[in-house]
């Protein structure tokens, strides 16, 4: 049977709704397919990929840190970069930063987990010694590319802290235990400073300081070191004591040596003096004469005549002698001045 209407040669079909014949059928008209655009594509990969390369060749090294290159072409470059922004290949040059600040290692008892524990060693004369030790050092910061070739971020584990503990131990071992607990800590010191000196120097390290927290000896080795202790200083008291008691021995002779001299020296002078009024004496007699004359008492009045004879006259026995009868109720006589020496000629 022919379908008059044609509609079997357009594909009519009662089971598809016609959009020409029924516009009512459900929805609105279904709307074209988006389509993707090639060249955004290409604009946002190239952002992406821009970004990535930024990134990669941009780096930032921190304050106190210095940052060393690994070229995948040719390998550790020699020269460090140092704080602040670089420039690197991107996707080529790796940057590895190492602290260069002021670092410290501690080696005793109660450190942190991870930490060795305190260095044990032995002193001059075998006995044991515990020492908790603490270093204090920095990285070479012209020489961080070759630290970072040889030895590698884990420096510290696998140079540092060897060499520390045998570097201690030699220098103990130069030490008696009495020293090193009494008055040669600081020596000790610097022995562990000189021999850690070479070995971080060979290694692209700076020693800053090398701090001995603590040295311990067997109880009973401390007791009778303090025991020889007290005792040499009773001695060394003692002995003191007896320099001073010499000392003062010493200035009493040295006084009693200083008297005599001095009685010595003033008897000389006295006997000179006596020798020479002697021989003035014998060489003027009238000295004689006005020596006895000044030793006479006051109340006697006398008066020396010069004459060959060398005599002296009493006044008070002529005073004695009978005045003339003639002379009756005579005036007061003033006594007469002694008459001065005169001379022989």
């Not at 594909?11 to 988006?34: E, H, I, K, Q, W």
């Not at 200083?258 to 006596?274: C, H, N, P, V």
């Not at 003639?326 to 008459?339: E, M, R, S, V």
């Amino acid at each position: 049977m022919t379908n008059p209407s044609g509609d079997h040669d357009r594909g009519f079909s009662p089971l598809r709704p016609d959009p020409v014949n029924n516009p009512t059928s459900n929805g609105p008209p279904a709307s074209p397919p988006a389509r993707f655009s090639p060249r955004l594509g290409l604009i946002i990969g190239g952002v992406v990929v821009a970004g990535l390369i930024a990134a990669q060749s941009i780096t930032v090294i921190p304050a106190g840190f210095v940052g060393v290159v690994f070229s995948s072409f040719s390998g550790v470059k020699p020269i460090p970069l140092q704080e602040g922004l670089h420039f690197v290949l991107p996707f080529v040059d790796h940057v590895t930063t190492y602290d260069a600040r002021l670092q410290e290692v501690t080696l005793a008892q109660n450190t942190a987990q991870g930490d060795e524990g305190s260095i044990r060693a032995r002193s001059k004369e075998g006995l044991d010694i515990t020492a908790d030790v603490t270093v204090q050092f920095r990285i070479d910061r012209s020489k961080a590319a070759i630290l970072h070739k040889e030895l590698g971020r884990n420096y510290i584990n696998t140079v540092l802290r060897p060499q520390v503990r045998s570097k201690v131990r030699d220098s103990i071992g130069q030490f008696g235990a009495a020293d090193l607990i009494s008055n040669q800590r600081t020596q000790l010191e610097a022995s562990i400073t000189t021999e850690l000196n070479k070995s971080f120097s060979r290694n692209n390290l700076v020693l800053d300081a090398i701090l001995l927290r603590e040295l311990k000896i067997p109880e009973s080795v401390a007791q009778a070191i303090e025991q020889k202790q007290t005792a040499e200083q009773q001695v060394a008291v003692e002995r003191n004591r007896l320099q001073q008691a010499e000392i003062s021995a010493q200035r009493d002779v040295v006084q009693a040596q200083g008297k005599a001299k001095a009685a010595i020296e003033t008897a000389k002078g006295e006997a000179e003096a006596l020798s020479l009024r002697g021989r003035a004496l014998k060489e003027n007699p009238q000295l004689i004469q006005l020596t006895v004359a000044e030793r006479l008492a006051p109340g006697i009045q006398t008066v020396m005549l010069p004459s060959d004879g060398n005599f002296l006259l009493d006044m008070k026995s002529l005073g004695t002698q009978s005045l003339p009868k003639t002379a009756q109720n005579p005036a007061p006589q003033t006594p007469a001045a002694p008459a001065a020496p005169q001379s022989g000629n």
